[in-house]
Nanobody, 118 residues
């Protein structure tokens, strides 16, 4: 089991950047595929990006491809989401999630708010 705590959210102007962090506690962090999801007010939670546990391959939603970069540091039990060229439509609560050995995203953080002003 893993516990997840996000940080790094805030208010930024359109075109700006933020880096989110997700610190994990618990064992076997390197065996978790880690994902970032977001939920805007009145909308369903949506996938943003993920990085695999085995070889660190990354995948992205089309809406963030080329602007966001997910990375992980297994020595620090931390996953990051670098967000560049932010748009107002990126405004949402961002959640980190853990998927143990491909069994599904069963572990979630409490979320961090990102607000992009236009």
């Amino acid at each position: 089991q893993v516990q997840l705590v996000e940080s790094g959210g805030g208010l930024v102007q359109a075109g700006g950047s933020l880096r989110l962090s997700c610190a994990a506690s618990g064992r076997a962090f390197s065996s978790y595929t880690m994902g970032w999801f977001r939920q805007a007010p009145g909308k369903e939670r949506e996938f943003v990006a993920a990085i695999s546990w085995r070889i660190g391959s990354a995948s992205y939603a089309d809406s963030v491809k080329g602007r966001f970069t997910i990375s992980r540091d297994n020595t620090k039990n931390t996953v990051y989401l670098q967000m560049n060229s932010l748009k107002s439509e990126d405004t949402a609560a961002y959640y980190c999630a853990g998927n143990f050995l491909g069994r599904g995203y069963d572990y979630w953080g409490q979320g961090t708010q990102v607000t992009v002003s236009s």
